[in-house]
């Protein structure tokens, strides 16, 4: 059984883990225009509360109109999934829980790190090995795609689909594959910035990029500070 570690911890660094923003699950979500991150040493995470058990797209630079990159999503058994596609375009690697629950009410955090042709999934901290697979491809790199980078949703030829129904928060960008150390102290609630390239949905009423320039566009999120991975 894997145990949320904010259900026993303290107070994270300030900045971190006391707000989030809620998605209605019908059009709300955030957009981040496309910008240059790595696509041989890649990590990417964040934290979801829902008691969706259906496929919705939590953080995603991904569009079925031939330019999927990356996706961590709610699979349709309510675990969680994680994809990367291959450069060019041809051939992809999703992983999937078999096991480990994600939509039960409360807060998680999700995290996937890629390097060439090892993707591995975390949830609270600890990597999943239990995993299924939509497709187990040789991705030796990601595909570059030029579509948005989204929050709560994911794109299907270049229109939002696929919406969160529930609260997310701390949305992480790094261009390094991290360890399952560095991982575990990110979702304890540690201070770890470095390779740190996007860093949306903190403690603050915006959706502005803490990690750099690339702020986000809201399409209805609102802001909470009254639930949160640390309250």
């Not at 949320?4 to 981040?32: L, M």
């Amino acid at each position: 059984m894997i145990i949320n570690p904010y259900r026993f911890a303290g107070a994270g660094f300030n900045g971190f883990g006391n707000a989030s923003r809620s998605f209605d699950g019908t059009n709300d979500y955030v957009s981040i225009p496309d910008f240059a991150h790595s696509l041989s040493n890649l990590t990417c995470m964040c934290w979801v509360k829902t008691s969706d058990t259906n496929f919705k797209s939590l953080f995603s630079h991904w569009d079925t109109n031939g330019k999927r990159s990356w996706v961590i999503q709610l699979n349709s058994t309510d675990g969680l999934l994680c994809g990367v596609t291959n450069a060019g375009g041809g051939g992809f690697k999703i992983y999937y829980t078999q096991s480990d629950t994600i939509a039960d009410g409360t807060w998680h955090h999700c995290a996937f790190s890629f390097a060439s042709n090892d993707l591995r999934l975390y949830i609270d901290g600890v990597r999943i090995t239990d995993l299924g697979n939509f497709g187990n491809s040789n991705v030796l790199s990601i595909y570059n795609t030029s579509s948005d980078i989204l929050i709560g949703a994911s794109l299907a030829t270049g229109s939002a689909t696929s919406y969160v129904d529930g609260s997310i928060a701390d949305c992480r960008i790094y261009d390094a594959t991290l360890s399952a150390e560095q991982i575990s102290t990110i979702a304890s609630g540690g201070d770890y910035t470095t390779d740190l390239v996007g860093w949306w949905l903190t403690d603050n009423d915006d959706v502005d990029d803490y990690a750099g320039t690339n702020d986000g566009t809201n399409n209805g999120s609102t802001y909470d500070n009254t639930d949160a991975p640390n309250l």
